[in-house]
């Protein structure tokens, strides 16, 4: 068995709960604990080696997303010749095995049940993602009791992430009755559960419920498809490594209000969820309250609302390649509105 984790989880004692449940199973192990957010295909390549040489059979990937795709990486790797990034794209990875169990400590990527990975290409500055049937993890642990640890930053631009899924999936054009559902249900939880459980990691309850918030808008947005936003937050932090949850954050209440024209009664709905009180207002009004339901949200989770407020600045070059970057992966194809480069030009200047 080979664990996948970074060293924050190293450091919290989480691994050591882990390790001593292995242990007294007589389950035989070996760790890699240096997971950094973004992992790259260069340190899937080296965890790959350290599986062969300790001729493992399985993997455990706990942590944030990224330790989950570092395990989903490996055993893509340790199944399928040669280098990765051949596999980009949908369904291109031929071979499964060996199999993962996935452990979150954060709710928010939703990784634990998606057949989705993404990985830094350093070579191309470039975060590429790798879509198969065989990357479903076989199995999910959720333990709310894992989210006590979890540094309040964090615990909001997860939390955000988590929103993301489920906003996007709900209002994609690949949207479909179980993926608005799930959605839906996501987006209900996170407006109860995401304010007190940033407050307090310690309130179970919460935890538990932004859990399955995020595990639920994991299976929303891995069928229902996520659209503009995470187009551009992935070059986002390819190239300026602003972290994921971050960057969606930012990014989300613009791309809705760019896309709140398509289906008003979808963003209506959302900005109910969400707390708004829409009587009385047009049909418009009441959509683009989700907007300001969502900035709130933010604000309220102390989350600087720009890319400015997070040192982040961008050229009118590197933004011209940001946004091309974001349309070429074809992510933004499922945005509900049809997006040209342009558009995601004018909606990282807005998040400037």
Known sequence: MLICTDPGIANSGLLERLEKILTSAEIRYTVFKEV?????????????????????????GIGGGSSIDTAKGVSAAVANPGDLSQYEGKNKL????????????????????????????????????????NL???????????????????????????????IESYTSNQAQPITEALGLHAIRLIAKYLRPFVARRTDL??????????????????????????????????????????????????????????????????AILLGENVEGLSLREAALRSVHAVKGLIADLDIPPTLGANNVSLSPEEIQIVAQEAFDSGVALANPKVTTVNDLKNILQQAL
């Not at 309040?152 to 955000?160: F, K, N, P, S, V």
């Open 205 to 270: 309850e919460a935890a538990s419920q932004m859990m399955l918030a995020s595990t639920i808008a994991g299976a929303a947005f891995i069928w229902g498809r996520v659209a503009a936003v995470h187009a551009l937050s992935h070059p986002l932090g390819g190239r300026y490594k602003v972290p994921h949850g971050l960057a969606n954050s930012i990014l989300l209440p613009v791309v809705m209000e760019f896309n709140a024209s398509t289906n008003q009664e979808k963003f209506k709905e959302i």
């Open 36 to 60: 950094q957010p973004d992992p790259t295909l260069e340190v899937v390549d080296t965890v790959r080696q350290i599986y062969l040489d300790n001729q493992c059979d399985a993997l455990i």
């Open 94 to 133: 031929p071979n499964r095995w060996p199999d993962i169990i996935a452990v979150p400590t954060t709710a928010g990527t939703g990784s634990e049940v998606t057949h989705a990975m993404v990985l830094k290409d350093n070579k191309r500055k470039y975060k590429m993602g790798i879509l198969s049937q």
């Open 136 to 166: 479903h993890p076989k199995a999910a642990i959720l333990d709310p009791e894992l989210l006590t640890t979890l540094p309040r930053g964090l615990a909001a631009i997860t939390g955000m992430d988590a929103l993301s899924h489920a």
